[in-house]
Structures are given as C-alpha cells and as structure tokens.
C-alpha cells in the first residue's frame, strides 16, 4: 500500500474516534416511578342492606358511601372485599382486611378481639315475621314468644340473643341474611332477628308478605367500625373523621339518604 493511501486511511480513522468522542451524552434517568399508595382493604357482607349490598353488579350502601369520604380523608384507595359475616372478624386478626365496614355492633365480647372506632349510629335488635300471622304480635318480643321456630345469621348480635333469651324456640343459624329470609318466606321459620336497618329494608322489600316488628327494640346497641388492636393510626384517623363529619352533616346526610329516620350517635 502506497503512503498516500497509508494517510488516508489512518486520517479517516482519526476523524471517525473524534465524531465518536463528540457524540451527546445519553439523556438522563426521568425522576422515580412513584410508590403505589396502598389501599385501605375493607371487609363488607354484601347482603346486609342498607349497611352494604349489591345493586346493578356494584356494592352500595352506608358503609360503602362512608368508605369513600374515609379514602378521601385520608388520600387513599379503598379496596372491598366481601365475606360471609362470620369470617369478618377472622380476616381482620389474620390481617387480610384493615378494618370491618359492615354494619358491626359494638359489644363487650367483641372487643376482646377488635378495636372498635367511636360509634357512627344507634341501632338494636328487630323481628321481621310474615304479614298474614302478624297480627298476633305488636311488638317482636311478643312475635318471638309465639314463635316456634326463629332464624339467624351466624355470628350475629341477633343469634346471641335469641340464643340467650329463646331457649324453647328452635334457632336456625344460616350463613347469610337472604337464606334466613328465603326461609322465612317459605314458612320454614317463624321469624327472623337481626339489626333493626336490617329488618326494616328487608320488610320494605317484601311489603305484602313480611312485616317488621320495631318497637320497642329488643337491644339498644351501637354501630362502629372494626379495627386489629394496637393499630392506633388509622382507627384516630378514623375517628377524627367520624367526628368532622357528625360537625359538618356528612354522617348526617348519608343516613338520611338511606335510613331517612335514623340519626347519627352522638
């Protein structure tokens, strides 16, 4: 090869490394892909209306309007999960849910296990029989008296009570409320026990066949909110919001919208 070409190419190499060298420096990494907030994981039975049910495929009630406003109070996601009532308070102590949104009555026995927020409303216990043997009975403790056999839901405040105060009835324990009612309307049981804003939206359901027996209730009870103890954080912070909101009506206005005659616990 002749020195000419020798140059040539040996100044073609030089310009290619200094290109190279010049070439942009890579852009730099964008900013941080941001830690996913984590959701507060609720625990809802979903055939207890007006507490939670299904309606058009979505879950709807009181405690899913107040889960909003809470997700809202507290910058987070809100994540329902539904159970059967008698697996609430287990997937609360194994830490599967974060806190039990379902209409939960507030009782000695239940606060060895859970800590309870501060009450969101008063409640107890009612009776829902059939219209055509109601007139019998005026109030539910007269029904239940009369009744041979009385349906439950597991677990419940109501099959404590029945089981307590009813000792020559039959109880039925089914696994959800809509069994107990199906069972009610097939004559198989005689009355059926439960939360009294159970009792009342099931009787409003059913208006020509079932009647609901309210006054005077069979129990004065509170209703709350159900959180594992010695998790303080999020049971203040849900304190702080219940007590904002009977302030400023929010607790107010969403019983009004499905209970109409209720009020908030003071």
Known sequence: MRSS???VLALAGALFAACSAMSPPPP????PTPTPIPPIRIGVTADSP????????RLTGIEID??????QDLGRPIRAFPMAWDELIPALVNHEIDIIMSGLTIT????????FSEPYMRSGLG???RRSEAERSR????ALQRALKIGVTKGTVGEKYVRENFRDAQVFSFATNENAIAELEQRRVDAFVSDAPIVAWYGSLEESQLLPLLNPLLTKDEIGWGFRPGEETLREKANASLARWKRDHTLGGVLKRWLPTWEPAS
């Not at 000695?108 to 800590?115: E, N």
């Open 50 to 57: 007006p507490f939670c049910f299904r309606q058009a495929g």
């Open 5 to 7: 070409s020798r140059l």
């Open 28 to 31: 730099p990494p964008g900013p």
């Open 66 to 71: 107040l889960a909003s406003y809470l997700g």
């Open 139 to 142: 109030t539910p403790a007269q």
């Open 127 to 129: 009776a829902l029989v």
């Open 108 to 115: 000695r026995l239940r606060q060895l296990r859970v800590a």
